[in-house]
């Protein structure tokens, strides 16, 4: 693909995912709204803006924060395996994130790493879908 053009290629996904745990009697539903670009800031290669509202919790945050980037570039990984990155760069941007039930009733440490897990992995292959469209189709 010629990643050269001086306009700006996107792909956009939204899911509502929902996973259950009948021994524990607990639903989360997760709505994501990810949108994957070619223009990245300058001297970027891969720019990821986390533009949901509301925030999450201070104190989940960071944790939460991160397994989102993590899967941001494990997606990427999978979509471009041995290519270089554009020199245009790329954004990902979280437009929306939604849980329920909110984030105050994950009170362990396990249900947050859970969680995290859930985010970046959905995160990773969200991202790998939109790049390998956008390679494809521009």
């Known amino acids: 693909m010629n990643m ?3 306009y700006t290629m ?3 996904q939204s899911i509502a995912f929902s996973c259950w745990n009948r021994e524990k009697s607990k639903t989360v539903e997760i709505q994501l709204t990810v949108r994957v670009e070619n223009s990245a800031e300058q001297f970027v ?3 990821t803006e986390l533009l949901f509202e509301p925030q999450l919790p201070e104190a ?3 944790r939460l924060h991160q397994r989102l980037y993590d899967g941001v570039h494990g997606g990427i990984a999978i979509a471009i395996p041995h290519l270089p990155l554009p020199s245009t760069g790329i954004t990902v941007k979280v437009l ?3 849980l329920s039930p909110p984030l105050d009733s994950f009170v ?3 249900e947050i ?3 995290g897990n859930i985010l970046e992995t959905q995160m990773m292959g969200i991202v790998a879908g939109l790049w390998s469209g956008i390679l494809n189709l521009g």
Do not use: K, P
């Open 4 to 6: 050269m053009n001086n």
């Open 10 to 12: 996107f792909a956009e």
């Open 45 to 47: 290669a891969v720019s």
């Open 60 to 62: 989940f945050q960071d």
């Open 96 to 98: 929306q994130l939604r």
């Open 108 to 110: 362990l440490d396990d």
């Open 113 to 115: 790493d859970s969680l």
